[in-house]
């Protein structure tokens, strides 16, 4: 039977709740076989504008779903960032608490108020703190939001992060990232009766409880903290970064070879370190002495947490170091399997070619091995894409390449 004859003998409400949220719109628009009208009074003179109530529920929806796309056309379309349903949820207020970072980034450049309350009369920063979602807190704080609210219940964004949420790293880099952003670490909660170190305590979380520790001993203070965030950076301390960043660090201070702090924590693979940074703001995208970035280390480290620990940072990729190339080189260059599967997947241009005339399939294949950790990496940029038949300088393909070295089977994959 003919599909459109079915759904025309089906009920209205059944069809319109099977083909989504606007097909009302739809609905009103006349059949695309109907005549046309041969009278302007027949023809409408525009599509029906959507009630702002009906705008502002689809972008609520939208942002459960984080669908950031939709959630960005509605807000084009007139839908309020700020509108509330009867639980006093708006798109703004669940990005907080779902830890949705894009979604919140759109939100706060569609005007939504920092501040705005829930039904707990609690601010976006307590929500996402409740969850451990670090780098909404750091986005809040960079915002403005209000550090310190106290909520209806007696807590604040701290409170929250300790009293209601875990011992894990998650919460230990939210802890660390309110501690950065300068937010009351001895408050006793109205409620609990007890201040953040307190209760950690009592809740036996010896891994925040040692944060708390640190950032609240008032001897910990650094007489330089440029200084003492560089070095808390190189060596790891997390702590110490937060410590350092809340007495006043500049976050992009520069060592004697212009490295910045994230850039040594990318250098040194301190993820724990990267991810304070990160939530507060770091530049992936400085440049050392040696024109390397903290995400173009990531290509020499071969470290995947720490290229998911910079993707939010939203760094450049087309950066090119000293030697021209982008992040996929030296990581097909050293055999970085596991690196090589995760960045094709970004927009990073795997077929850029460096100033030595080689792109990442060349370089695995003229500085490899042909070890299976080699193959795999031909596997996978081939998967992806990749052009086999860029050359190098002189005119020598990759299967050249391969054949000419006896990598019989990186030859093979080649060639089909």
């Known amino acids: 039977m003919n599909r459109r004859l079915v759904v025309a003998t089906l009920p209205l409400a059944l069809v319109l709740g099977a083909c989504g949220p606007d097909v009302e719109e739809v609905a009103q628009r006349p059949p695309r076989d109907a005549a ?19 705008l502002d529920q689809r972008l609520r929806d939208a942002a459960w779903r984080n669908d950031v796309p939709r959630a960005r056309s509605l807000l084009e379309r007139g839908a309020d960032v700020d509108a509330k349903d009867e639980t006093e949820q708006s798109a703004y207020l669940i990005a907080t608490s779902e830890g949705y970072l894009d979604l919140l980034r759109l939100t706060l450049r569609h005007g939504a108020t920092v501040d705005d309350k829930d039904s707990w009369n609690g601010t976006g920063l307590i929500r996402a703190a409740e969850r451990g979602h670090g780098l909404v807190v750091g986005e809040l704080l960079r915002a403005g939001i209000d ?112 490295r910045t702090a994230l850039l040594l924590a990318s250098t040194y693979d301190h993820v724990a370190v990267a991810d304070v940074l990160v939530a507060m703001g770091a530049d992936p995208d400085a440049l050392d002495d040696r024109h390397d970035t903290p995400w173009l280390v990531t290509g020499v480290t071969g470290s995947v947490a720490m290229l998911e620990a910079l993707l939010p940072a939203n760094p450049d990729l087309t950066i090119k170091n000293r030697y021209g190339g982008l992040s996929p080189i030296p990581a097909g260059e050293r055999g970085h399997v596991d ?76 060639r089909r």
């Open 36 to 54: 046309p009208s041969t009278s302007p009074a027949d023809r409408p003179s525009e599509t029906p504008a959507v009630p702002q109530a009906r």
């Open 147 to 258: 550090r310190d609210h106290v909520n209806r219940i007696g807590y604040q964004a701290i409170h929250e992060a300790v009293w209601l949420g875990e011992d894990t790293a998650s919460y230990a880099t939210t802890v660390r990232v309110l501690a950065a952003g300068g937010v009351q670490l001895d408050k006793v909660s109205p409620s609990a009766g007890l201040t953040p170190l307190q209760m950690a305590r009592e809740r036996g979380y010896d891994g925040l409880e040692r944060i708390l520790r640190k950032v609240t001993n008032r001897a910990e203070k650094p007489a330089d903290a440029n200084a003492a965030l560089l070095r808390a950076a190189r060596t790891g301390d997390a702590d110490a970064v937060a410590v350092a960043l809340r007495a006043g660090a500049d976050i992009e201070a520069r060592d004697d070879h212009e």
């Open 339 to 414: 690196y090589i599967r995760r960045v094709v997947k970004t927009d990073v241009d795997i077929d850029h070619v460096n100033g030595l005339g080689w792109t990442s399939m060349l370089e695995a294949v003229i500085l490899g091995n042909g070890s299976e950790p080699y193959q795999e990496i031909i596997r996978i940029l081939l998967d992806a894409g990749a052009d086999p038949s860029i050359a190098d300088r002189g005119g020598v393909t990759p299967l050249q390449h391969a054949e000419q070295r006896g990598y019989d089977e990186i030859a093979d994959l080649l």
